[in-house]
């Protein structure tokens, strides 16, 4: 059974940092590409960031182009997002979704993790 | 940046009845290259349809999709119980991946 596991999120002032992680189990890790995903309390679904599964392609949103970061290490199964500069209108749960195609490019995806969530406020 | 508008913004049906949800594009989605999902309360989202009218995998066939260029549309032929939820259209023919506003399908 395919599992993502996201992990990392949590209460920080704006301006700090953060870094996302998601524990992928259940399947071939290095072999699709990963995304970060995330969701405003009570609003809709907005991609932030995509990475191919041998890190030769990476994408962000205009939103978070500068201050975010992504990453894998396929030796571990795991995928990061590092979060600088961060702003209160980054407050979300932030998901971790993989791909549906081996060797793929961006999407869709299927599954998604739970979630964890980032409140940026002082 | 292609916007994708979903309508309408709330559906009110009853068990048994059709659902049509529409999703249009600011332009062309390349290769049909268009998804649906599902999302219920406290849930992650759940992938229904990929390439416009592929099923995923544990799908029923009550849903489906159809279209292409700019004008996508979900069908639910008869609503379950369990269809009550927020739908949303996503397009991954072109960077960045983006995500209609959603439509919430509500019980009448």
């Known amino acids: 059974e395919v599992q993502l596991v996201e992990s990392g999120g949590g209460l920080v002032q704006p301006g700090r940092s953060l870094r996302l992680s998601c524990a992928a189990s259940?399947?071939?890790?290095?072999?699709?590409?990963m995304h970060w995903v995330r969701q405003a309390p009570g609003k809709g679904l907005e991609w932030v960031s995509g990475?191919?599964?041998?890190?030769?392609?990476?994408g962000y949103a205009d939103s978070v182009k500068g201050r975010f970061t992504i990453s894998r290490d396929n030796a571990k199964n795991s995928l990061y997002l590092q979060m600088n500069s961060l702003r209160a209108e980054d407050t979300a749960l932030y998901y971790c979704?993989?791909?549906?195609?081996?060797?793929?490019?961006?999407?869709?995806?299927?599954?998604w993790g739970q979630g964890t969530l980032v409140t940026v406020s002082s | 940046e292609i916007v994708l508008t979903q309508s309408p913004g709330t559906l009110s049906l009853s068990p048994g009845e059709r659902a049509t949800l529409s999703c249009r594009a600011s332009q062309s989605v390349s290769s049909s290259y268009l998804a649906w999902y599902q999302q219920k309360p406290g849930q992650a989202p759940r992938l229904l349809i990929y390439?416009?009218?592929s099923r995923a995998t544990g799908i029923p066939d009550r849903f489906s999709g159809s279209g292409s260029g700019t004008d996508f549309t979900l069908t639910i032929s008869r609503l379950e119980p369990e269809d009550f939820a927020v739908y949303y259209c996503?397009?991954?023919?072109?960077?960045?991946?983006?995500f209609g506003q959603g439509t919430k399908l509500e019980i009448k």
């Open positions: 996503q397009q991954y023919g072109s960077s960045p991946v983006t």
């Open positions: 979704a993989k791909d549906i195609y081996r060797f793929g490019g961006w999407g869709p995806f299927d599954p």
């Open positions: 259940g399947f071939t890790f290095d072999d699709y590409a």
């Open positions: 390439g416009a009218s």
């Open positions: 990475i191919s599964w041998n890190s030769g392609s990476i």
